[in-house]
């Protein structure tokens, strides 16, 4: 039953916001708000934020190699439209849950503010970070903290602005996706997050046109 499924992912992932928070929003679809509670406050300490969206990537490329599709490129933009369904269910849960029970619960409306300072703090990927800010957003307006808000929403900003900076770097780029590029890439949003990984991808490809200017005319990433 939950119960066996609970103790089971939280010994194998209780130090991981993403797993905790799926674990809260099972509670309080169950009718338990209580322990969907207690789950959300061991969310917002734990030490990762998670979705395995790098390891969805990885499933779907082996799965489109498998199916033979496309070429190398193709299957890379393939499996990042799939995996984006498979490592990010749940969000727009989150966000309901956490602005109706913060606007009723101030211990409801903490723990989802500290969920999504630790989203924003630990997570590596754009969307979980993005989240984050959103969730925090929400309650801070719910609380009426104008400063904090305002703080947040420069944040969320900057986030934009700096991604929309990073997908335009690539947009310049004539290099076709190879399998160096993505492994490079990938280790890169371990590291540093997907945002100065795309940034850094991108400066590395950029050098390689300079030596090799004939490279240019291959499909676009």
Known sequence: GFDDLSTKVRQLDG??????????????????????????????????????????????????RAANVGNFHQRVVWSYGVSGAMAFPGFAERMDLCREQSAADLEWAYACLALGEQMEQRG???????????????????LGEADQLSAVEDRQAERRQAFEDATSVWRTVELQMTPEVFAAYRQDVQEFGEIQATIRQAANIRAVLADHPELACMERW
Not at 134 to 141: G, K, R, Y
């Open 15 to 64: 130090q991981n916001s993403e797993a905790l928070v799926r674990l809260a929003l099972q509670a309080y679809d169950d009718g338990d708000a209580d322990l969907a509670l207690e789950r959300l406050i061991e969310a917002g300490a734990a030490s990762e934020a998670n979705p395995y969206w790098l390891e969805s990537v990885d499933l779907a490329m082996h799965a489109a």
């Open 124 to 142: 590596t990927d754009l969307l979980t970070t993005s989240i984050g800010l959103s969730i925090q957003a929400v309650v801070l307006d719910i």
